[in-house]
């Protein structure tokens, strides 16, 4: 019953938590916010994923042998957690830094070009067109 | 602000109530087992792959593919930040003057700490949990915390540009590829691991190319970031002297 | 086992408020701090899910290399949020 619980109520705020940073990506005033708010949304993307690998097991231990000859096969089986999510996790996180440290260069560009971080303005000042609320 | 508080105790209690109503309702049968997939992988790691550690195993034999052209994206997004950033070298020697004399001894011996506990987090990728990709961020962390208090100029001063450093990770993960591409000399599939490399150098376990992997991707990985944080931390009014605008 | 079910259960909820705080705040020094107690939430969740080779690399890369890369483009560009 717990487990049960546990389980939804993680699903359940794993699945806000998305929603909440897709409101800060479209309705952030600052390009700056966007891009936190882009960060929040690819960490809880990656959790998703490695919680997708999880189940119950007492104690939980990660997928590692403790020797080459390959001894506890038997216990690793029953108590490792799923080694697939988290190599295709592991790569996730250090390209996701490179590529918003490629959006943050192009931030601190457009604030040298248009003097505000603002996104409407950002966008008024670099092409002449009027943005509508 | 108020009404800031009121929406957060609003999304908790309807997220706790939908939660309890779900489990009492449905009580869904929660995962006991590992996935068929995963015990392949675990039971079979050190018999293929020559290391105790499953993930490392996949990253770089099972998927090892995959995680070369990750690499080269990495390599892409790196140098495209940098391009956007090009500055000439005599206005980021400017910028030399970093904080006070305490500041940067602490940061000395605090650096050297988590350079050594990276190298160790790295060197030991294939036998325990750790890797490339951990070790490489563990020495860009030392790096962020080094370049704000000693000031990008005198570090360039010192030889450390950010030329050498993309240098450094172009020799990397040209490393990388060849020792990818090695084994099709002998007419194995690319990225082969056990029937091309040695599981164990003079009773060192390296686990084929494994190690050498984690190896050049910590080199790649902490070069990159450190050039990112070299030209982050010049101050914008180096900018309006010397470079083209 | 009820520990390691009480760590998933707390930690889950800590990570909705620090969410919700970092992206409703308008002051955004203050918006990296929640977005940094963010990733250390969601670090204690990965590690009760034990897989620490991602604990490892996400505490590196989510609250040291995120926040000082975010610190460095807030004192390049402006702090508030109008």
Same mark, same amino acid.
């Given at each position: 019953? /717990?487990?049960?619980l546990?389980?939804? =109520?993680? %699903?359940?705020?794993?699945?806000?938590?998305a929603? !909440?940073?897709?409101y $800060?990506?479209i309705?952030?005033r600052? /390009?700056v916010?966007k891009?936190?708010? =882009?960060? %929040?949304?690819?960490?809880?993307?990656?959790?998703a !994923?490695?919680?997708? $690998?999880?189940y119950y097991a007492y104690p939980?231990v990660p997928?590692?042998?403790?020797?080459?000859?390959?001894?506890?096969?038997e216990f690793l089986?029953?108590?490792a957690?799923?080694?697939?999510?988290?190599a295709?996790v592991?790569?996730?996180i250090?390209i996701g830094?490179?590529v918003?440290?490629?959006?943050?260069?192009?931030?601190?560009q457009?604030y040298?070009?248009?003097?505000?971080t603002?996104a409407?303005?950002?966008v008024?000042t670099?092409?002449?067109?009027?943005v509508?609320e | 602000?108020?009404?800031?508080?009121?929406?957060?105790?609003?999304?908790?209690?309807?997220?706790?109530?939908?939660s309890?109503?779900?489990t009492?309702?449905l009580?869904p049968?929660?995962?006991?087992?590992?996935?068929?997939l995963?015990?392949?992988y675990v039971?079979?790691?050190?018999?293929?792959?020559?290391?105790?550690e499953?993930v490392?195993a996949?990253?770089?034999?099972y998927?090892?593919l995959d995680?070369?052209?990750e690499t080269?994206v990495?390599y892409?997004a790196?140098?495209?930040g940098?391009?956007?950033?090009k500055?000439?070298?005599e206005?980021?020697?400017k910028?030399?003057?970093g904080?006070?004399?305490?500041?940067k001894?602490s940061?000395?011996?605090?650096?050297l700490?988590?350079t050594?506990?990276?190298?160790a987090?790295?060197f030991?990728?294939?036998l325990?949990?750790?890797?490339?990709?951990?070790?490489?961020?563990?020495?860009a962390?030392?790096s962020?915390?080094?370049?704000?208090?000693f000031?990008?100029g005198?570090?360039?001063?010192?030889?450390?540009?950010s030329?050498?450093?993309?240098?450094?990770?172009?020799?990397?993960l040209?490393?990388?590829?060849l020792?990818?591409?090695l084994?099709?000399v002998?007419?194995l599939?690319?990225?082969?691991?056990?029937k091309?490399?040695?599981?164990s150098?003079l009773?060192?376990p390296?686990?084929?190319?494994?190690?050498?992997?984690?190896?050049?991707?910590?080199?790649?990985?902490?070069?990159?970031?450190?050039?990112v944080a070299l030209?982050?931390s010049?101050?914008?009014?180096?900018y309006?002297?010397?470079s083209?605008? | 086992?009820i520990?390691s079910i009480l760590?998933?259960?707390?930690?889950?909820?800590?990570?909705l408020?620090?969410?919700?705080?970092?992206?409703?705040e308008?002051?955004?020094?203050?918006?990296?701090a929640y977005?940094?107690?963010?990733?250390?939430?969601?670090?204690?969740l990965l590690?009760?899910?034990?897989?620490?080779?991602?604990?490892?690399?996400?505490?590196?890369?989510?609250?040291?290399?995120?926040?000082a890369?975010?610190?460095?483009?807030?004192?390049k560009?402006?702090?508030?949020?109008?």
């Amino acid at each position: 019953m /717990l487990e049960a619980l546990t389980y939804i =109520l993680i %699903i359940a705020i794993l699945g806000l938590n998305a929603l !909440v940073s897709i409101y $800060g990506i479209i309705y952030g005033r600052s /390009l700056v916010k966007k891009l936190i708010s =882009l960060t %929040i949304l690819s960490d809880t993307v990656l959790v998703a !994923v490695i919680f997708a $690998g999880f189940y119950y097991a007492y104690p939980i231990v990660p997928p590692v042998y403790q020797d080459l000859a390959g001894t506890g096969r038997e216990f690793l089986v029953k108590h490792a957690s799923d080694p697939l999510p988290q190599a295709l996790v592991l790569t996730g996180i250090v390209i996701g830094l490179a590529v918003n440290a490629l959006i943050a260069f192009g931030i601190i560009q457009a604030y040298r070009l248009a003097k505000t971080t603002d996104a409407r303005k950002v966008v008024e000042t670099l092409s002449g067109v009027e943005v509508t609320e | 602000m108020s009404r800031r508080i009121l929406v957060l105790m609003l999304l908790f209690s309807a997220t706790l109530i939908v939660s309890f109503t779900a489990t009492i309702i449905l009580n869904p049968a929660t995962p006991s087992e590992l996935k068929e997939l995963a015990k392949y992988y675990v039971l079979n790691t050190i018999n293929e792959t020559a290391s105790p550690e499953a993930v490392t195993a996949i990253v770089w034999d099972y998927r090892g593919l995959d995680t070369i052209y990750e690499t080269l994206v990495l390599y892409l997004a790196i140098v495209g930040g940098l391009a956007i950033f090009k500055m000439s070298e005599e206005a980021l020697l400017k910028t030399r003057i970093g904080l006070t004399l305490l500041t940067k001894t602490s940061t000395k011996i605090i650096a050297l700490l988590i350079t050594s506990i990276a190298a160790a987090i790295a060197f030991h990728g294939h036998l325990s949990p750790g890797g490339g990709f951990p070790g490489g961020s563990a020495v860009a962390v030392a790096s962020m915390i080094i370049i704000p208090v000693f000031a990008a100029g005198t570090l360039i001063e010192k030889g450390i540009s950010s030329t050498k450093l993309v240098a450094i990770r172009g020799a990397a993960l040209t490393a990388l590829g060849l020792v990818a591409l090695l084994p099709v000399v002998r007419g194995l599939e690319i990225v082969t691991n056990q029937k091309f490399y040695p599981a164990s150098i003079l009773g060192l376990p390296i686990s084929g190319s494994l190690s050498l992997y984690n190896l050049l991707e910590s080199l790649a990985v902490a070069s990159g970031f450190t050039a990112v944080a070299l030209y982050l931390s010049i101050p914008e009014e180096a900018y309006k002297g010397g470079s083209s605008a | 086992m009820i520990a390691s079910i009480l760590l998933l259960i707390i930690a889950s909820l800590l990570s909705l408020f620090f969410v919700y705080m970092a992206v409703t705040e308008k002051d955004l020094l203050k918006a990296v701090a929640y977005s940094a107690g963010q990733s250390i939430t969601y670090s204690i969740l990965l590690q009760a899910m034990s897989t620490p080779d991602i604990v490892m690399t996400y505490v590196a890369v989510s609250v040291g290399l995120y926040s000082a890369l975010l610190v460095f483009v807030i004192s390049k560009t402006e702090r508030f949020e109008r």
